[in-house]
C-alpha cells in the first residue's frame, strides 16, 4: 500500500494511513512520513508505553524502521493484520490493530479480542467497535464480520433490517440490512452510498460503531491514505440504473417517475411500492426564511424516509413530508399513522397525517408529542421505515 503520494487526504495535518502489518519494518506512505517531519517518530504502545522508531528512506520510499521491530513484538500484531497510523503532531503515531477478522483489537493481547466489552453503551469507551472493510472482495465491502456483529450488536436491533450510515462528507444515509442465515449484510441503500463517496473496489473503509445501529465510515485509497468523497459538490452521480441524487434540486421540481411506472395492475399502494424500482431514491434540500431541511427517501422495498432536524422543525408542531413519497406508500388522504420505537421500546405514538387538496402532506397532531418523548435535538436524523400506509418504525441517529 505505499505511495509516492497521497492525492486527497482526509485531513492536511493530522493523516491517517491504512497499511497492511510488517515486523521487520513498515512501509508507509510518503506524505506520512512528510508530516511527521522528524526522524525519529514516538509511536504510542501497549500500556502507554512510548517507543522511539526510526523515520527513513530509500529508493521505495519512507518506512518505519530501527525501533519498529520491537514495537511490533510488543504489540503482539500478526500476519495479514492490519494497522491504522494516526499523526497526533509533532512526531507522535497512535497505532489501530485489526485482527484477520478484520476488527479493532487491543495492541498487547496475547490471542484476539475485541477492543471493548459487547454493550450498546459507549459513552465511556476510550475506542468504539470498529471493523475494517477491504476491497475486492465479492461482497464489495457489503458484509459486517460475523463476529463484530455477536459481540456489539443486540438482535432486537438486527430485526429492524436497518441501520444509519455516515459517510466523510457528514451525508446520513439509511441503509436497509439483509441477513442470511448468520452474515450481515449492508443492502439497499449501499451502492448509492458507496457512489456518492467515490467508493471503488480499490478502496478499503474503517466503519466505526457509534451505538444504536448507527455507522460512520472513514475511506482509505489503495496507496493507504485516508480520502475525502470525491464528489465534493454534494452531488451523486447516474448509476446503471439511470438513477441520479443531487442535494441541490428542490423537492418540487424533481420529476420522480412516470405515471406507468407509479402504476400497478390491483391499484394497491404496497404493490405499487413493491413494483417500483429499487433503490429509487431522491433527496432534496429545501429552503425558507429561516433553516434548510435535508430530506432523502426511498421507496423499498422497504420504503424509508429520512430528515435532519433543524430549528423549524423542532419549534413547529408537524412535520412536512414529500408529496410523492406519501402518494406511493398510500398516504393519499388524511388518516391516523402510528408511530413505534424499533430500537428495542415498547413505545408507540398516534399521529394525524395530513394529505391537503393542494398536495402537500404534514405529520400534524401529535407530532409533537414524539419530538418530547424521544428527546428530539438539533440536528439529530429521523428515519421513518414504512412497515405499512398507517403504520411506521421511528429511528433516531444522535449528533
Not at 493530522?14 to 508530516?35: G, Q, Y
Not at 493484520?81 to 485482527?99: I, N, Q, S, Y
Request: proline letters at 5%.
Amino acid at each position: 500500500m505505499a505511495s509516492s503520494g497521497c492525492d486527497g487526504a482526509a485531513t492536511a495535518t493530522h493523516p491517517r494511513a491504512l497499511l497492511p502489518f510488517t515486523c521487520d519494518s513498515l512501509r508507509i506512505p510518503d506524505e506520512l512520513a512528510e508530516e511527521i517531519a522528524v526522524e525519529e517518530a514516538l509511536v504510542a504502545g501497549p500500556a502507554g508505553k512510548i517507543w522511539r522508531v526510526e523515520v527513513g528512506w530509500d529508493g521505495d520510499g519512507a518506512f518505519l524502521g530501527r525501533g519498529w521491530p520491537a514495537f511490533a513484538a510488543a504489540c503482539g500484531a500478526r500476519a495479514g493484520w492490519l494497522l491504522v497510523l494516526h499523526h497526533r503532531g509533532r512526531g507522535v503515531l497512535t497505532v489501530k490493530a485489526f485482527d484477520d477478522t478484520r476488527c479493532l483489537t487491543e495492541l498487547g493481547a496475547q490471542t484476539a479480542a475485541p477492543a471493548v466489552e459487547a454493550t450498546t453503551n459507549y459513552k465511556g469507551a476510550s475506542r468504539k467497535p470498529q471493523f475494517i472493510s477491504v476491497f475486492p472482495t465479492k461482497s464489495m465491502g457489503k458484509l459486517i464480520p460475523a463476529r463484530f456483529v455477536q459481540n456489539y450488536i443486540p438482535k432486537e436491533h438486527l430485526n429492524n433490517h436497518m441501520t444509519i450510515v455516515s459517510g466523510s462528507l457528514g451525508k446520513v444515509c439509511p441503509i436497509e440490512l439483509e441477513i442470511n442465515r448468520s452474515n450481515v449484510f449492508f443492502a439497499g441503500g449501499w451502492s448509492q452510498f458507496m457512489a456518492f463517496h467515490g467508493i471503488t473496489e480499490a478502496d478499503a473503509l474503517l466503519l466505526r460503531y457509534e451505538g444504536n445501529m448507527v455507522f460512520t465510515v472513514k475511506v482509505f485509497g489503495p496507496d493507504g491514505c485516508q480520502r475525502e468523497s470525491m464528489h465534493k459538490d454534494g452531488r451523486m452521480q447516474r448509476n446503471e440504473q439511470g438513477i441520479t441524487l443531487t442535494d441541490t434540486e428542490r423537492q418540487q421540481d424533481i420529476p420522480f417517475a412516470s405515471s406507468k411506472k407509479c402504476k400497478s395492475k390491483n391499484n394497491s399502494p404496497s404493490a405499487d411500492v413493491q413494483r417500483r424500482q429499487k433503490g429509487s431514491v431522491i433527496s432534496s434540500k429545501k429552503s425558507n426564511k429561516s433553516s434548510k431541511a435535508n430530506c432523502a427517501y426511498d421507496l423499498g422495498p422497504p420504503a424509508w424516509l429520512t430528515k435532519k432536524m433543524n430549528a423549524s422543525m423542532m419549534t413547529k408542531h408537524h412535520l412536512s413530508l414529500p408529496r410523492h413519497f406519501c402518494n406511493a406508500i398510500g398516504f393519499q388522504k388524511p388518516c391516523m399513522i402510528t408511530l413505534q420505537d424499533s430500537m428495542g421500546g415498547t413505545r408507540s405514538w398516534q399521529v394525524r397525517g395530513l394529505h391537503y387538496n393542494n398536495g402537500s402532506c404534514q405529520l400534524g397532531s401529535g407530532w409533537k408529542k414524539v419530538c418530547q418523548d424521544i428527546g428530539l435535538k438539533f440536528g439529530d436524523v429521523i428515519t421513518l421505515k414504512i412497515i405499512k400506509t398507517t403504520l411506521w418504525d421511528v429511528i433516531v441517529a444522535r449528533t
